[in-house]
């Protein structure tokens, strides 16, 4: 059974999926991809696009960051909050709640990172269209899973349209416009809801918009 990404999806996500348990996104620690891809570059704005529980928004912030953290779900955004304040990372993070299929921003940034965010629109489409958000000379940081066909444990499938690869990600971005600095696919261990351990597969692509 496949589904929609829309901001209902998200709200029974978040309210009846992730609470307090065992591998819960709420309590996860920021994307180990984030320090790596990140190490090199001066603080700046950045936007965080599907923020979710805002681990990596907040991880951001104590680095130096001014952070935009845009989220689909009120509750995940409240979750964020309180793990922002319980971190005493707040006076650096801006939380908006917006449908990133059609909010925009109004200014562009130093760095747009996503992190396993799946939007209401084709999951290339959603990556072109943050990409536009980039200052010139500004990082695009995106961290998706290459699906294969499960889901988050609710007994759906992804839809095709959200399974993504790295000549994918790689075609969106103009060559004449975009540098690829990183563009990898790794598997790593994690821990799923009720502390069962996963696997992930993951693809990481980090550009730099030519000036």
């Keep these: 059974m496949t589904h929609s990404f829309d901001k209902d999806y998200w709200q029974q996500h978040w309210q009846q ?27 700046g704005t950045a936007l965080d696009a599907g923020c979710g529980a805002g681990a990596e928004a907040i991880w ?8 935009t953290a845009a989220d689909i779900s009120a509750d995940a955004l409240a979750r964020a909050a309180d793990r922002a304040t319980a971190s005493g990372q707040t006076e650096s993070i801006r939380w908006v709640e917006a449908d990133l299929t059609a909010w925009e921003p109004g200014m562009r940034f130093d ?29 695009l940081l995106i961290v998706g899973h290459l699906h294969t066909g499960h889901g988050h444990g609710h007994g759906h499938q992804h839809p095709a349209e959200a399974t993504v690869t790295l000549a994918d990600i790689t075609a969106v971005l103009n060559a004449a416009d975009w540098e690829i600095v990183t563009a990898e696919e790794h598997r790593r261990p994690a821990t799923g809801l009720g502390g069962h351990a996963v696997s992930l597969h993951d693809v990481v692509v980090r550009a730099t918009r030519r000036p």
Excluded: C
Excluded at 19 to 37: C, F, I, R, T, V
């Design 60 to 67: 951001l912030a104590s680095h130096g960051w001014q952070l």
């Design 111 to 139: 760095l747009v990172t996503t992190h396993y965010a799946h939007p209401a629109m084709p999951q290339l489409a959603f990556y072109q269209r943050i990409s536009d958000w980039v200052a010139p000379g500004g990082t």
């Design 17 to 43: 999926t992730h609470g307090d348990k065992p591998g819960s996104m709420a309590g996860n620690p920021p994307n180990p991809y984030l320090a790596q891809e990140t190490a090199g570059l001066a603080p």
